[in-house]
């Protein structure tokens, strides 16, 4: 028995010598090469992974956060730990960690358990060693199945050995790093912020015009075979860090946004309760008319201080309608209704429509016939209530006799504009719309801007000239009326509109500063005097198209401004009215449009004009502007809501100008007092460019301010 013991040893001790002679020949003549296998082998199983970067943040003027990604994670499943199998005995496997990981899962997550399982037995994930189950995952989600997990926590002290065997289970479950895009301020702002439609891509809005300086660079951890510096080889993990995304500093200011805000949503539900619609408790919100949109702009330099336009819509949740339809009818609409619907509330009015202005462009024509010495505005001009013009007859609301071209401009007076305008000749009103950069972009930085449609040498016909003179027949946008009246009032320095005023690296130091971008001299500072003067006239002049924009103690400036829109028939309008202030050096303009006011009367500029007022009685002690003007304690029943009395623009022609076939809406009467101080305007021109349907006599009817 001993003999065969030691035989037995005996051939062991052989063996196991036969091994380590087989082991040393082995990696003697071959081991790099088996080496390589394990270590490539090893590679594959460290999972390369993209450490993201963070978007930059934008800001306003005085630094409060406009946009910001914030810090979450993605909860990673290794499907390969959770279904590892063992031997559990007589020929059966069992997965040790797979209940208790699902288990967890759904009770931290919330995560269905059915989809969990999904993703651990389907075919084309249960192998996986890399599956984002949810993404956004918050920090406290994050901690909160870390402390579940840890079964050596004060707060697991309690649980029975059982619960803590389970818990111990959990395996395959990891974060990564990850960010979210959140606007803290909801819907403020939103048409000139935009939002990201994916984690770090955007097209509208700051967002998307600065998405390149916004977004930042991935960095990399991964491993790799390295054999080249060192004696042994081994797999090295390399980290490349991240390189964050640039921060984007507007010249909004939230306080002057949230100013525009107020006043819109005053003026929508007042015209709720004029038209009988319930506003408290409604679900969804009441619009006082088709669009309602507003700029305030610093005309020194260019910088938009503020910019909105209806309908909103909350940032962090662009997709939502409920504001604006009922669940049902949500329902019931098709994607491409949807679709529809998303990109006109997504849209900024204020760059991407193009409309007839109306009389707010009758300052750019003065400016034009003066430069070129068409006229020298000391001339007396007589308005009879019309202008023959080819075969048309174009109305003025009244004859108001005599005028200068000031005043001219403070009763808005079309048939005067004609006179100047047929002086001054198509090739010089299309240059000097061309140096006003109409029918041009004005080169905002936000994206979508048009630029409007205007008339050429081979269509600016006499008609086409004579209705271009009050602002009909042709189109542009808010910005480009705002940016070209910001010149004339400034002294004649036409600026590029901008919303951002300089970018930062991540950590805050300054890469870009924004200058202001001067274009050219479009007027002199003679004229621009002339003009401001002028203006000045429609709002301190009791008599004037715009006197209920006055605000007592202030000296201010403006323009009224209504258009009926095409087709005429249907007599609907776009009403407006551009103020600034002071008069005589201003700092701040405040440009409102309100097209198709819902109401039964929508020819008055005074529902832009109420907007406006509101705007200003706020804006101007928050800028620091202190009233220039002795208080006279009368604001002539401005503090009234002017939207509630009649058109400081638009009047009824009487039966004679009537007849004749003639009507405008801008236009105050020149002898008229303070009962008068609501007078007409002006007459509407074709879109088209020309194309007008004259009655039988040849007279045009126009309807216009």
Not at 563 to 589: C, H, I, T, W
Request: hydrophobic share 30%; net charge negative; proline share 3%.
């Amino acid at each position: 028995m001993s003999k065969k013991l030691v035989g037995l040893f005996a051939l062991v001790i052989l063996a196991l010598v036969l091994l380590a002679i087989r082991i040393t020949y082995i990696n003697f003549t071959d081991g790099e090469q088996y080496s390589r296998i394990v270590l490539s082998q090893a590679q594959q199983r460290m999972e390369s992974r993209t450490i993201p970067y963070r978007r930059g943040d934008i800001l306003d003027r005085n630094g409060t956060i406009l946009a910001t990604s914030e810090k979450v994670y993605n909860l990673i499943l290794d499907c390969q730990v959770v279904n590892y199998e063992r031997d559990s005995g007589e020929g059966t496997k069992s997965k040790p960690y797979y209940e208790a990981t699902v288990n967890a899962l759904h009770d931290i997550f919330d995560i269905p358990t059915d989809d969990i399982r999904g993703v651990l037995d389907g075919e084309d994930t249960k192998d996986r060693r890399y599956y984002i189950l949810k993404d956004g995952v918050s920090i406290s989600d994050k901690k909160a199945f870390e402390e579940y997990t840890d079964i050596d926590s004060e707060a697991n002290q309690e649980l029975s050995g059982e619960a803590k065997e389970q818990r111990s289970r959990i395996k395959g479950v990891w974060f990564e790093d990850d960010y979210k895009r959140s606007y803290p301020l909801g819907s403020l702002a939103c048409d000139t912020i935009g939002f990201t439609y994916t984690a770090n891509e955007a097209e509208m809005g700051i967002e998307g015009y600065y998405s390149d300086v916004l977004n930042g660079t991935d960095g990399r951890q991964y491993g790799y075979y390295d054999t080249e510096n060192n004696e042994d080889s081994y797999v090295v993990q390399s980290i490349v860090d991240a390189k964050d995304g640039n921060n984007v500093i507007s010249t909004i200011d939230v306080n002057i946004q949230q100013i525009i805000r107020e006043a819109i949503i005053s003026f929508n539900e007042e015209i709720a309760v004029q038209q009988g619609i319930e506003v408290s408790g409604s679900a969804q919100t009441p619009k006082g008319a088709e669009n309602i949109a507003v700029i305030v702009m610093d005309p020194n330099n260019g910088e938009i201080l503020g910019m909105d336009s209806t309908e909103w819509y909350d940032l962090n949740e662009p997709r939502d309608i409920s504001a604006y339809y009922s669940e049902t009818e949500t329902a019931n609409m098709t994607d491409t209704e949807k679709m529809a619907i998303w990109n006109q509330l997504w849209r900024n009015y204020c760059v991407t429509e193009a409309f007839e202005p109306g009389s707010t462009v009758k300052a750019i024509t003065a400016a034009a016939a003066l430069e070129t010495g068409s006229v020298t505005g000391s001339e007396i001009f007589n308005c009879d209530g019309y202008e023959q013009v080819a075969d048309r007859y174009i109305g003025c609301v009244a004859g108001h006799g005599d005028e200068t071209l000031a005043e001219a401009i403070k009763y808005s007076c079309n048939d005067v504009l004609m006179q100047v305008a047929a002086k001054m000749g198509g090739t010089n009103l299309i240059k000097y719309q061309d140096l006003f950069k109409f029918g041009k972009k004005t080169g905002i930085d936000l994206p979508g801007e048009v630029s409007g449609m205007v008339f050429d040498e081979n269509t600016m016909g006499e008609v086409e000239l004579a209705t271009s003179s009050f602002g009909q027949g042709f189109t542009c946008t808010m910005m480009q009326e705002a940016a070209a009246v910001c010149a004339i009032i400034n002294g004649g320095t036409y600026y590029t509109p901008h919303v951002v005023s300089e970018i930062t690296d991540s950590e805050g130091t300054v890469i870009t500063k924004t200058d202001s971008t001067v274009e050219r001299r479009v007027v002199s500072q003679v004229i621009s005097d002339y003009l401001r003067e002028a203006m000045g006239m429609v709002v301190e002049d009791v008599t004037g198209t715009g006197h209920s924009a006055k605000i007592d103690g202030y000296s201010m400036g403006g323009k009224t401004g209504t258009a009926q829109k095409l087709p005429r028939e249907d007599e609907n309008y776009l009403v407006s009215f551009l103020g600034f202030a002071p008069l005589e050096n201003p700092q701040v303009m405040v440009y409102v449009v309100v097209d198709q006011p819902h109401a039964e009367k929508q020819d008055t500029s005074a529902y832009a004009i109420t907007i406006s007022r509101k705007i200003m009685t706020e804006l101007l002690p928050y800028m620091n502007m202190f009233p220039d003007e002795a208080l006279t304690g009368n604001e002539e029943g401005n503090a009234e809501d002017t939207a509630t009395q009649s058109d400081p623009e638009a009047g009824t022609p009487d039966e004679e100008t009537a007849s004749d076939g003639v009507q405008d809406n801008e236009s105050g009467s020149s002898g008229g007092g303070e009962d008068e101080e609501y007078g007409g305007g002006e007459d509407v021109s074709d879109e088209s460019g020309g194309e007008y349907a004259a009655d039988e006599s040849g007279e045009e009817d126009y309807d216009n301010n």
